[in-house]
């Protein structure tokens, strides 16, 4: 299945090849500082792009299946489940039908609107029992009980995801290759 293009994932896969600081730091492992260095050099770019929730969930999408793929984190992006759509889930929907403690599901609602991303969240729950297993990342700080990345120009939390991801891959044990030693 070919996806179909999208300007904003073309824009930061273009600025990840072509930013040597980027390529430094991946090649180093420095996925904080990766984050900051794309959200710093792309969110005012990507958020004229298009309405501002989608295009920085697009962005954050992206730049997680890119940090994912370069940490050796095995997982899955924009899959069906029970029909219902997952963004990210770590390792793969197999894992999850068969132990969803050790499942991790990321939700990137492209809206702030919180009724529809409560109710996300909730068709979310009916997947992933685990409710502390299933991440939120926002363009703002919202009032979930679930675990929440705020994707920001400066002092995003967003930052600090893939260590997190790292810790709890780390903590599951499904690391085979023990990559990001935290």
């Known amino acids: 299945m070919q996806e179909e293009p999208n300007p904003i994932k073309d824009f930061l896969f273009d600025y990840l090849k072509r930013s040597e600081k980027t390529q430094d730091l991946t090649s180093q492992s420095k996925f904080t500082e990766i984050i900051e ?38 997982s899955q992006r924009k899959i069906e489940h029970n029909g219902i759509q997952i963004d990210i889930i770590i390792p793969d929907l197999k894992t999850l039908e068969i132990d969803p403690k050790k499942t991790l599901i990321i939700c990137i609602p492209k809206t702030i609107d ?67 030693r935290i």
């Open 37 to 74: 260095n794309v959200l710093e050099n792309c969110y005012d770019e990507v958020t004229l792009m298009g309405e501002k929730e989608e295009s920085l969930g697009i962005l954050a999408t992206g730049l997680l299946h890119y940090l994912l793929t370069n940490a050796l984190i095995s």
């Open 114 to 180: 919180k009724n529809t991303i409560e109710q996300k969240l909730d068709q979310l729950q009916k997947i992933q029992p685990v409710k502390d297993n299933i991440w939120l990342v926002s363009t703002k700080k919202l009032e979930f009980q679930n675990k929440t990345y705020v994707i920001e120009k400066k002092n995003a939390s967003f930052s600090k995801i893939i260590y997190d991801i790292a810790q709890f891959v780390n903590v599951q044990g499904q690391s085979k290759f023990k990559i990001l």
